[in-house]
């Protein structure tokens, strides 16, 4: 950016903030008068009906002779469009379920109560009774007997024509976009009807929802750095949970065959369009079931869901329609890899030394930060991250994964270098994480140690030694699979967006002092 266009962009700016300052000085005369008569915050008005039932009664009525019916109704919302025509006035009114043009004009209302709508202010919340009829145009619309102010908007929306599309701004101030950007206020009614119909689905299939924790003693259930804080009471240091995973064993072990807990997890770790620090997460856990049984029950629920929501199983994922209808790919991850590795590459797959060199092609890390004890099986993980995630755009499940980087999943029959894991990927992004779970309490213990020491070789993100847990296994868990869902990526699914940002309220953002 030159100086000159630099200097054009800081004199809009402060021409924009000299602008909505004097709106707001204008706004605060308004209020300081309203205040005078006493009815600035009126909190005893109550509205009987809502905009789109209103549009759905008028379907129903219109074939009648509707005006002669005099159907009075009140409704409330925030002002979004005015037109002011002297003795006729139209108001274009928003409440959460939709928008009604207010008709108002001084042989019906009033001069002097017309006089005062005309001085309010879009964004004021507004209370209205009236008739519902049809203009000569054929709008549906609330002819006002009464209008009253409910609350006084200060600051003023965003402009009407431009909306709130700045990215930032957006998820800075969620409020505002979620009055003026129809589009996100869908996105998060279909948020929480994926919750309504996953909880639904797991009832169905006989899954009792509980609560555990969410401050621990120990971190656990999840390789991942926690945040810490101190419980000043107990005087003991206490981590947000990374997982919910080993208190939701606890109950497998304590005779609740199948459980799932939908709640918030935290990792102290980087942000980006797929990362939040807080996020949310489902969990669930079935007895006398292993991770072939686990990928079939995932693949249904998704499959359900996606019906239930979209009305179809077909979806659109960076401009590529996707079935869920058609059968899960299963590939290991050497089968990822072969088919994004040339011929030259597939032949290193191999050599530990070699692979290591494709590592620092493709990731450009030093061959010094991988352990000379690594494992094969470890590297062609390190290699899949690095090279093969994205280009899994059809749902897949990845299998077969390395124990060093799955220190609570059961050990293959078959080779002792990987675990009965996989991870379930769409659209290039990790949907789903689950396996067949370790319950031999002495090979947990192993691994809880080996997770020690790469703690104590600098891995901040290794899992610390949970005794406590070691001795529940101890008391005996039955075989069984477990598996989390990230739903804030499986949001950006079906919502078919590119940030996480868009699927989360409020997501966590820099504090601007």
């Not at 962009?9 to 300081?32: A, F, V």
């Not at 006035?89 to 019906?108: C, E, M, P």
């Not at 919910?244 to 770790?269: A, D, H, T």
């Amino acid at each position: 950016m030159n100086i000159a266009t630099k200097k054009v962009i800081d004199m809009k700016d402060k021409e924009t903030s000299n602008n909505e300052n004097n709106i707001i000085y204008e706004r605060r005369k308004k209020l300081t008068e309203l205040r005078k008569t006493g009815l600035a915050y009126p909190n005893k008005l109550f509205p009987k009906n809502r905009a789109s039932l209103l549009h759905e009664l008028y379907s129903i009525k219109e074939r009648e002779f509707f005006e002669s019916s005099f159907i009075e109704v009140s409704i409330a919302g925030r002002i979004m469009l005015k037109r002011l025509q002297g003795k006729t006035s139209f108001f274009t009114l928003q409440d959460a379920t939709d928008r009604i043009q207010l008709f108002v004009n001084d042989d019906y209302l009033g001069i002097k109560e017309h006089t005062f709508a005309k001085q309010l202010d879009l964004g004021d919340h507004i209370y209205v009774e009236g008739v519902l009829f049809k203009t000569k145009r054929g709008e549906l619309s609330i002819r006002c007997k009464k209008i009253s102010i409910m609350a006084k908007s200060i600051r003023p929306l965003p402009d009407k024509f431009h909306g709130l599309q700045d990215t930032e701004a957006k998820v800075r101030q969620r409020h505002l976009d979620l009055i003026v950007n129809p589009e996100t206020r869908k996105t998060f009614e279909m948020r929480s009807k994926v919750l309504s119909k996953l909880r639904e689905y797991m009832e169905r299939s006989k899954f009792l929802e509980v609560e555990t924790p969410m401050l621990h003693p120990i971190p656990g259930g999840a390789t991942a750095r926690p945040f810490v804080t101190h419980h000043n009471s107990l005087d003991q240091e206490m981590f947000l949970r990374v997982a919910p995973e080993l208190y939701l064993k606890r109950l497998i072990v304590g005779g609740f065959e199948r459980v799932f807990e939908i709640n918030r997890s935290f990792r102290n770790e980087g942000i980006s369009t797929r990362h939040n620090p807080e996020f949310t997460m489902m969990e669930f856990y079935a007895a006398y079931t292993d991770y072939n049984w686990l990928m079939n029950f995932l693949e249904n629920m998704l499959v359900k869901t996606a019906i239930s929501i979209l009305g179809t199983t077909k979806i659109s994922v960076q401009g590529v329609e996707i079935d869920f209808k058609k059968k899960f790919n299963r590939l290991t991850i050497i089968e990822a890899l072969r088919k994004v590795l040339n011929d030259q590459e597939k032949d290193c797959l191999n050599s530990v030394d070699l692979v290591k060199k494709l590592l620092e092609k493709y990731s450009g890390k030093d061959l010094k930060t991988f352990s000379n004890t690594i494992s094969l099986a470890a590297l062609h993980y390190k290699l899949f991250e690095s090279i093969a995630e994205e280009s899994l755009i059809e749902p897949t499940f990845i299998v077969d994964y390395p124990v060093e980087v799955s220190p609570l999943a059961r050990v293959s029959d078959d080779n002792p270098e990987i675990t009965e894991r996989f991870e379930l990927y769409v659209g290039g992004r990790e949907i789903a994480n689950g396996f067949s779970e370790l319950n031999d309490p002495e090979d947990q213990a192993k691994r809880f140690q080996s997770q020690l020491e790469a703690k104590a070789a600098g891995d901040l993100e290794a899992m610390h030694y949970d005794e406590d847990y070691i001795k529940t296994l101890e008391v005996g868990m039955p075989p069984t699979s477990g598996c989390g869902i990230g739903i804030d990526r499986l949001m950006m699914l079906l919502s078919n967006k590119q940030t996480i940002r868009e699927v989360i309220f409020f997501p966590a953002l820099r504090h601007l002092s």
